[in-house]
């Protein structure tokens, strides 16, 4: 798949941007080590030892690298227990995405304390839609490598920025019931002057994440207006959706492919059968991905 795209992120107002620096501190994402490491990830003659080695210099992102390494989503033959085995087994594009990962885990971390139960609800949606992702990226066949994760956990990461941007309204912009309309950004821009796609994209954009992430993320509602990335931004808003019902619903059983329009996006974009084969194990799909999230989460 590719790495790149022609699509910019969004511009929003200016006092969003004022507010989102003085709550998060800063509006840099990447730390210095992170950001060395992502330009040896980027190119795609990468070595993974220097990789590794540049990783080694921050604890933190070594040990969430190496968690999401030894995941059962990732099912390593045997557990991984050198950060240089685990660039090795997982490939630079996966651990480009996990950088990023652990970055917006950092970021996370700065939401004010009043709405910290509700940063934790989002987190999880977040993993839940990412893990989803990846199982329906095999399912479906559609080859990404690693970017249907990472764009399925920051999809919704606009959210986790209005909490910082108005910590007091933010349940009143968003009241968090996952019963979510083509509506919900309409509201936002009318309440905040951007939606929650737009302000995470932007956010992405600003950090030079790569174009097909932001895309992803800014058009996760709008698969069919991402342009040449109308794959990846549909595989996750169909994950999305289940992860929706499973939040609201608080189970796996009664969910209906049928009515995912993301879905039948991808079943008319070159992906046979998509709702149909959805459909079959989608009820399995949702059972499984609640322990696997949580088990990611934890470190």
Request: aromatic residues 6%; glycine residues 6%.
């Amino acid at each position: 798949m590719s790495e790149s795209g022609a699509i910019p992120g969004p511009s929003i107002p200016d006092f969003l941007i004022d507010r989102l620096g003085r709550g998060l501190g800063s509006l840099k994402m990447l730390p210095a080590v992170a950001q060395e490491a992502l330009e040896v990830a980027n190119s795609a003659d990468c070595d993974l030892v220097k990789l590794a080695v540049i990783i080694q210099k921050d604890l933190r992102l070594t040990t969430f690298i190496l968690r999401l390494a030894n995941s059962t989503l990732f099912a390593p033959p045997r557990p991984i227990a050198s950060l240089h085995q685990a660039v090795l087994f997982i490939g630079r594009r996966k651990a480009r995405d996990f950088i990023i990962t652990s970055c917006l885990e950092s970021v996370a971390s700065k939401v004010p304390h009043e709405v910290q139960e509700r940063q934790s609800t989002l987190w999880l949606h977040g993993f839940l839609t990412a893990i989803l992702a990846v199982r329906l990226n095999d399912l479906f066949q559609l080859k990404f490598q690693g970017e249907e994760f990472t764009s399925g956990l920051m999809h919704d990461f606009g959210r986790t920025l209005i909490s910082v941007i108005d910590p007091v309204n933010a349940a009143s912009v968003d009241p968090l019931d996952f019963d979510e309309t083509t509506s919900i950004e309409d509201r936002e821009r009318a309440m905040l002057g951007a939606s929650h796609a737009e302000i995470a994209a932007w956010f992405a954009a600003h950090n030079e994440l790569p174009p097909n992430l932001i895309a992803a993320i800014q058009f996760h509602h709008r698969p069919e207006a991402a342009g040449e990335n109308l794959k990846l931004a549909a595989l996750v808003a169909t994950a999305d959706h289940a992860v929706n019902y499973l939040q609201r619903e608080g189970q796996a059983k009664g969910y209906n492919p049928l009515t995912n329009g993301a879905a039948l996006i991808l079943e008319s974009h070159g992906v046979p059968n998509a709702t149909r084969t959805f459909g079959t194990a989608s009820e399995k799909l949702l059972q499984e991905i609640p322990a696997l999230a949580q088990s990611m989460m934890q470190g």
